[in-house]
C-alpha cells in the first residue's frame, strides 16, 4: 500500500497508551496495564478485571506479511461495514500508526464505549464516522489534525529511539482483540487486514477468560511461537 500519511511509532508501554487514550476523551477510570504471563497465577493476578481488551504487539516477520496477503486476497474487501454496528474496524492508512488503529479499535468497541467522555473529540470523531462507509470513515482519521497532534504528542515520550525518517518500515506490528458491544462475539481486529476476523461467542464479559486466554495463545502460536510479543489489556484503573 502507497500511503500519503506517516506517523512516529508508538512505543509498547502501557504509560503512553493510557496517557493518549485519556487525552482523546476516555475516562481516567480506564487504563492499560502489562500482562506477563497468560499462564501463571500470580502473575495473571496483577491485571485488574475485568479486561475490556487485549492489544498485543509482535515481530513482523515474513511469515506473518505472507499470511496477511494470502488471507486479504481470500476476504471481500470491507466484509464488515461500519453499518452493521456488530463491530467498529478502520482500514489502516497512515504508515507506522498500527499502535494508534490498534487503540482506537480497544475503545470504540465494546464495554469500552461507555467509558468515552460524552463530547470529547473520540466521541464526536465515532460520531462522525458512524454514518461513514470505511473508505470515508478511514479517511476521516487520516485527515484529523487534532487526532495526529494527541497521537503525536504522546508518540515522541517513548524510550525507544524512533526512526529518522517517518516513512521507514519498522518491525513490529498492533493487534487488538476485543468483545463486540452488540453481538458478544471475539473479534481480532488489524487495520492492515481486510477486515475484522470474528472469532465466535465469547460467554463471558471479561478478556481474561479461559476463551480470551486461549484466543491470545492461539494467536501466539501461529506467529513465530511466540517469539517477541508482549500484550497489553484494557482494564479498570488502579490507585
Known sequence: MIYKKHFIPIESN?????????????????????VWSLD??????????PVLAFIIVFPTSSNYENRLSKENKERVDGVLPNEDKDII????????????????????NGRA???IVPGSHLSNLLEK??????????????NDAELETEYTSVAVLGDTE??????DEVGFHYVCFVKSHCN???FILDGDHSGPIDKGLLSENDLLSKQGIEAIQEFISQHDNGKGFSLLALAPSVD
Do not use: M
Request: aromatic content about 6%; charged content about 15%.
Open 40 to 49: 501463571d497465577p500470580d502473575l495473571l493476578s496483577l491485571v485488574p478485571r
Open 113 to 115: 464505549r461507555d467509558f
Open 184 to 186: 458478544g462475539n471475539l
Open 89 to 108: 474496524w478502520v482500514k489502516q492508512t497512515i504508515n507506522n500508526a498500527c499502535g494508534l488503529y490498534a487503540i482506537l479499535h480497544a475503545i470504540a
Open 162 to 167: 524512533a526512526p529518522e525518517n517517518p516513512e
Open 14 to 34: 502501557p504509560g503512553l497508551f493510557t496517557q493518549l487514550i485519556h487525552q482523546l476523551g476516555v475516562s481516567t477510570t480506564l487504563s492499560f496495564h502489562d
Open 129 to 142: 464516522c458512524a454514518s461513514l462507509d470505511l473508505t470515508d470513515c478511514a479517511a476521516v482519521l487520516e
